[in-house]
Antibody, heavy 118, light 111 residues
Framework: EVQLVQSGAEVKKPGESLRISCKGS????????ISWVRQMPGKGLQWMGR????????NYSPSFQGHVSISIDKSISTAYLQWSSLKASDTAMYYC???????????WGQGTLVTVSS | QSVLTQPPSVSAAPGQKVTISCSGR????????IFWYQQLPGTAPKLLIY???KRPSGIPDRFSGSKSGTSATLGITGLQTGDEADYYC????????????FGGGTKLTVL
């Protein structure tokens, strides 16, 4: 069974750093790009970027380029989303997802809620 | 503001049919496959339709997708109360800023 299990909810202060994770299992980890999707409270889905686990090539959405970092550790089948300096506007649910096509996602993680508040 | 345009809400009675539209431009819907997601309250999105009109295993044929030019439509027949959810269209955008783009979402209410 394909599973993407994300790390737990986080509460941070503005300016703090954060890394959340997404561990894949039940499939060949290097076979599918892993994407990150943001959903702000009460809002729609926003694609942030993706990483190819086979070679660590990363493709960021222009809206998120420079604001977050995506990385991977193949040895433990885990992808990461990282911020160096959080803002209140980063408060959102973050999902990781994989899919068989260029732009669709068959499997999603359960989501990681990030709350940034002073 | 989302790249793809969806109506904010639609509603219909149980057993009826509803359609949800999604419009874009040549760089996205016009030249790429469309996909649709269903998001039930408090859950992750679920893939309903991919490659314009294909259903993943386990998705009932009450759900259908179509595309024409720079617009796409999700159709749901035999509405059930369990279909009440947010629906999102999405596709790849082949412009200079190549990335996955979504519609703003449509809230389906089953009256």
């Amino acid at each position: 069974e394909v599973q993407l299990v994300q790390s737990g909810a986080e509460v941070k202060k503005p300016g703090e750093s954060l890394r959340i994770s997404c561990k894949g299992s039940g499939y060949s980890f290097t076979s599918y790009w892993i994407s990150w999707v943001r959903q702000m409270p009460g809002k729609g889905l926003q694609w942030m970027g993706r990483i190819d686990p086979s070679d660590s090539y990363i493709n960021y959405s222009p809206s998120f380029q420079g604001h977050v970092s995506i990385s991977i550790d193949k040895s433990i089948s885990t992808a990461y989303l990282q911020w160096s300096s959080l803002k209140a506007s980063d408060t959102a649910m973050y999902y990781c997802a994989i899919g068989g096509g260029t732009a669709y996602f068959d499997y999603w993680g359960q989501g990681t809620l990030v709350t940034v508040s002073s | 503001q989302s790249v793809l345009t969806q109506p904010p809400s639609v509603s219909a009675a149980p057993g009826q049919k509803v359609t949800i539209s999604c419009s874009g431009r040549s760089s996205n819907i016009g030249n790429n496959y469309i996909f649709w997601y269903q998001q039930l309250p408090g859950t992750a999105p679920k893939l309903l339709i991919y490659d314009n009109n294909k259903r993943p295993s386990g998705i009932p044929d009450r759900f259908s997708g179509s595309k024409s030019g720079t617009s796409a439509t999700l159709g749901i027949t035999g509405l059930q109360t369990g279909d009440e959810a947010d629906y999102y269209c999405g596709t790849w955008d082949s412009s200079l800023s190549a990335n996955v783009v979504f519609g703003g979402g449509t809230k389906l209410t089953v009256l």
